[in-house]
């Protein structure tokens, strides 16, 4: 099996509880080889409710039973108000209390039209990640973990190249604000559809509800055409991905 992510033959043959274990054991492979996580740590996790963040949220609390370093999860929720978005606050309330994660929600409100020059989704993005830098500081988290897997990488990925002539993504782990927390994306190494697999096999009830401005911005178009690659070769996605780890910059034009 491949260091980057899941083998897809091994995903077709592979019994559930085998497949929720090698996906477990990925997930603490990159923790363990970019250094995310480390003893008495206070860990933030966002948590939108999609499946993504709830298999994050879960991987990392499981992790702490078979490891011999403790640390804290807090789970964070943002729910903006004037978007629709399917959250069931008691449910994940007690999904917390199982896990032994802390859970903290806020609503805001955002004006999406308030820039005609950014996309919807940009805006409120930006006011959910500030809203949640903010939590992470008021609970003393040294580490905000997000669910990002290498699908966003490789997506971010190819925007930067696209729209702005650079070769920069998603890195495993960002220090942040000079140091007062560390932004970690323990999934990096999973592709998406193993992060949804996870997800079925396990049941979670993640969110279903398609965000109106979801398929129109960029980043949908960008998805297309990196799965139009994943049919030309079936290891295209991880190759793109370590491909930038293996760069050759004699092989490339100078600045």
């Known amino acids: ?17 085998a497949f929720i274990q090698r ?35 879960e991987t990392l609390a499981v992790r702490r039973k078979w490891i011999p370093i403790h640390y804290e999860i807090h789970a964070i929720h ?28 806020r609503a805001i ?6 820039d005609p020059r950014k996309s919807p989704c940009f805006v409120c993005s930006w006011h959910r990640r500030k809203e949640l830098f903010r ?13 990002h897997h290498m699908d966003d990488a490789l997506e971010t990925l190819f925007l930067n190249m696209t729209y702005n002539g650079s070769i920069s993504s998603m890195p495993p782990k960002l220090a942040m604000f000079n140091g007062e927390f560390d932004l970690i994306r323990p999934l990096i190494l999973l592709l998406e559809r193993e ?18 401005y979801g398929n129109t911005n960029r980043r949908a178009d960008m998805k297309q055409i990196i799965g139009e690659l994943a049919k030309m070769n079936r290891k295209a996605k991880q190759n793109l991905f370590a491909s930038m780890s293996n760069i050759h910059r004699d092989h490339l034009p100078p600045k």
């Open 109 to 114: 409100e955002v004006d999406l039209e308030q």
């Open 23 to 57: 996906v477990r054991k990925t997930v603490g492979r990159a923790i363990n080889r970019y250094d995310m996580i480390g003893a008495e740590d206070r860990v933030a996790v966002g948590l939108s409710g999609g499946k993504d963040s709830i298999v994050l949220l």
């Open 135 to 147: 939590i992470v500081s008021e609970t003393g988290c040294n580490r905000l973990a997000l669910g």
């Open 195 to 212: 992060v949804e697999r996870y997800a079925r096999m396990s049941e979670f009830p993640f969110d279903k509800t398609t965000c109106p």
């Open 1 to 17: 099996m491949s260091a980057a992510c899941l083998d897809t033959t091994m995903m077709k043959t592979a019994s559930e509880p």
């Open 78 to 105: 943002i729910s903006v108000l004037n978007i629709t978005q399917e959250f069931n606050r008691e449910y994940f309330e007690r999904f917390c209390t199982d896990l032994g994660a802390v859970f903290h929600f």
